[in-house]
C-alpha cells in the first residue's frame, strides 16, 4: 500500500504547456527585434533562424567545445568525414592533424562563446510533461519563466542601445 498524490487537472496541464510555447516565442521575438535594428529584414530573419537552431544545439555545441564528443572538434571531423576515418581512432600525426587540431582549439572558444549566449529552447518545451500526463508544477514554471526573462531583458536593453545609437538618414 502506498499514498498516491492527486493527479492535476488535464486542462490546466495543457495550458502549463501552452506557456512553455509562450516563453519560447518570447525568446524568439527577442531575438528578431535586436537583430532587426542592425540587420535588414531577410538577414534578420535568417539571423534569427540561425539564433533558433543555435538554440536548440546549444547543448552539443558545448559538448563539442569542451571535448565530450567522439571525433573531435569541427575540422577534425571534417577530416574524418573526407577521409571516411573512424572516430574512436587516433588520427595519424603529421602537419594536417596539428593544424586541424589548432584550428579546433580556436573554434572551440567560439562555439563555447555561443553555446553560453544562446538559451537552450528544448529546455522550455513542456510537451513530454503533458503528453506523459506528469504535472508541471509552479516552480517549475517560475524557474523557466525567471530564464526566459533574464535572456529577454538584457536582450531588449541590447535592441534599445543599437537602434539609439544608430545614425538615421533624412
Known sequence: MYLRARDASFALNFVKGYFGIWLQMM?????????????????????????????FFSDFMYRLATGQTYGGGP????????T????????????????????????????????????????????????SGFNISGDTLLVFTCRASAFVLPVFVAAYLCLKNREIGK
Do not use: K
Open 27 to 55: 525568446l524568439v521575438i527577442a531575438l528578431g527585434v535586436l537583430f532587426s535594428t542592425f540587420l535588414s529584414g531577410p538577414v534578420a530573419i535568417l539571423a534569427t533562424l540561425g539564433a533558433l537552431l543555435g538554440g
Open 75 to 82: 575540422f577534425e571531423s571534417i577530416i574524418r568525414i573526407l
Open 84 to 131: 571516411q576515418q573512424n572516430v574512436t581512432s587516433e588520427m595519424e600525426p603529421g602537419l594536417r592533424t596539428t593544424v586541424a587540431q589548432t584550428l579546433d582549439q580556436a573554434a572551440e572558444v567560439g562555439l563555447r562563446g555561443m553555446a553560453s549566449v544562446l538559451p537552450d529552447f528544448g529546455h522550455f518545451s513542456f510537451a513530454e510533461y503533458v503528453a
